[in-house]
């Protein structure tokens, strides 16, 4: 990045963590948008320039999350399955968790522990799952080579989302053990399924197990 794009990124981070430490502090509820901006030493009018709202600052690290997963799976092999596909873009996801600094590590924790903590923002961050679920089975549909209304996308990503919420349900003050909960996760996933499972159906032939890849 450029001088002027440095400056801005430390300008959002330090946003970020003014908030985070704020809510944490005073309680989200509590904290005012001058309050955080005040602990930057910039005016509310410069808060807005990088973050719409509250909310919008306290779940900006769970959208970015989301934003580089389906970055992942874009790029993804268009041969792969589409669970291999999203399970393998996942690892790369705990690749990126674990080279971490102190402080990005820090800055997770933090947000994880605000959210769960706070109701409001705990359903806009389901709200932001439901979100990009849509998007998921968009990109799985577009693999597959049918509509996203078709049924297949929909239990494909409904499946690994689902395995996403029982991870992100057990403890997460450790990023590790959430990253190594997760792969147990997805392995177990894997053999569980049968070879196959998530190719496309052809009309006629549901039910049919298909030979092994």
Same mark, same amino acid.
């Given at each position: 990045m450029g001088l002027r794009e440095r400056k801005k990124q430390r300008t959002r981070d330090a946003l970020f963590d003014a908030a985070l430490d704020l809510f944490l502090t005073r309680g989200y509820? =509590? @904290? @005012?948008v001058e +309050?955080?901006? =005040?602990e930057v030493d910039v005016s509310s009018r410069t808060f807005f320039r990088y973050f719409a709202s509250k909310e919008d600052v306290a779940l900006s690290l769970t959208a970015e999350e989301q934003d580089m997963f389906l970055a992942e799976l874009v790029t993804r092999p268009e041969s792969e399955p589409p669970f291999t596909a999203l399970s393998q873009s996942m690892r790369a996801m705990l690749g990126i968790l674990r080279e971490l600094d102190e402080a990005g590590t820090s800055r997770i924790l933090k947000a994880r522990r605000l959210i769960h903590s706070t109701p409001s923002l705990l359903a806009g961050g389901m709200r932001l799952v439901r979100e990009n679920e849509r998007r998921l089975v968009a990109e799985v549909a577009r693999r597959m080579g049918v509509p996203p209304d078709d049924l +297949?996308? +929909?239990? $494909?990503v409904s499946l690994f989302v689902g395995i996403g919420l029982l991870c992100l349900n057990g403890p997460t003050e450790d990023l590790g053990d959430m990253a190594r909960r997760y792969e147990d996760l997805l392995t177990l996933a894997e053999r569980s399924l049968q070879p196959g499972w998530d190719l496309p159906v052809r009309p006629? @032939? =549901?039910? $049919?197990v298909p030979p092994p890849r």
């Open positions: 509820e =509590a @904290t @005012t +309050q955080i901006a =005040a +297949q996308p +929909q239990f $494909v006629g @032939t =549901a039910g $049919v």
